[in-house]
């Protein structure tokens, strides 16, 4: 089994908000795994356990191009290795010269962006070999991790939070100016999953399913009552990460869906990138590397 370090303890902790002994336990019973740990957790204490966090597990930019016609945009997510970095003006110019370029010629994927020009000028290098030379000039390594590009339905709007770690584009059919711009501080704020309860993807409406069957069967209630349980939480999650059914940000008195609704409005897509999301950033032990160290001078 593996052992549960406490640098493993607190990064459960900092996932989770619960209390110290209570990860330990979890990790324990999850053999050292951190999403097997949180799922213990979320059962055994609810929403104690299930603090939506917005940490960042790697450092970066999220860098945003809107065709002037609102009709096309861009993003990408540039990272390196170092907050001090991600505020370089140089890695800054970079990731919006890399938006820019993935919206003029909509590449597949990140391999076929880092073979084209990075501009249109006659001695334009590949953004494979400028990525390169700006690492090997600021002394740190640098990934294009993700790009997406949308063509709009109706006019794209965007907005961008917290230093460019948060990127949005949201394509809006009626309304006004201000409406897109709140629809994307919105999805800024509370980070839908999907647009709407049938894009929700499938494996993560059975993990929610099966964690909420976990936590109904501890109750010891009947049957038919547990199966309710079950099904309201169910519902409840999805109103959550669903943009048309979350509480509007500035006024949860009513939904996206009915807000969208009184102005005449509609969306048809959006794009959320959280920089770093999903990445796992080595946590380093300085007391265990002090006493690797120790024991290896020993030896």
Known sequence: MA???????????????APMMECKKALTEAMGDQG??????RIKLGNKATRASSRIAAEGVVGICIAVDGKSGAM?????????????????????????LANEKQPIDVDALSKLPVDSTADAKPVEEVRKL???????????????????????SHYVHGGAKIGVMVDVTGGDETLA?????HIAA??????????????????ERDIA???AAESGKPANIVEKMVEGSVQKFLKEVTLLGQPFVKDDKQTIESLLKSKGASVAQFALYVVGEGIEKRSADFAAEVRAQAQGARA
Do not use: H, W, Y
């Open 181 to 185: 711009r709140d629809l994307a501080m």
């Open 190 to 207: 509370l980070k839908p999953v999907a647009l709407s309860r049938d894009q929700v993807p499938g494996d993560l409406i059975k993990k």
């Open 36 to 41: 097997k740990a949180e799922e213990i957790l």
């Open 76 to 100: 990408v997510e540039v990272n390196c290795e170092t907050d001090f970095v991600a505020k370089n003006e140089e890695f800054l110019q970079f990731a919006a010269a890399l938006a820019r």
């Open 213 to 215: 069957a976990a936590k």
């Open 134 to 156: 700006l690492a090997g000039k600021i002394g740190e390594n640098m990934s294009i991790r993700r790009f997406t590009c949308l063509a709009a339905r109706g006019r794209l």
């Open 3 to 17: 052992e549960i370090t406490a640098a493993m303890v607190r990064e459960l902790r900092d996932r989770t908000d």
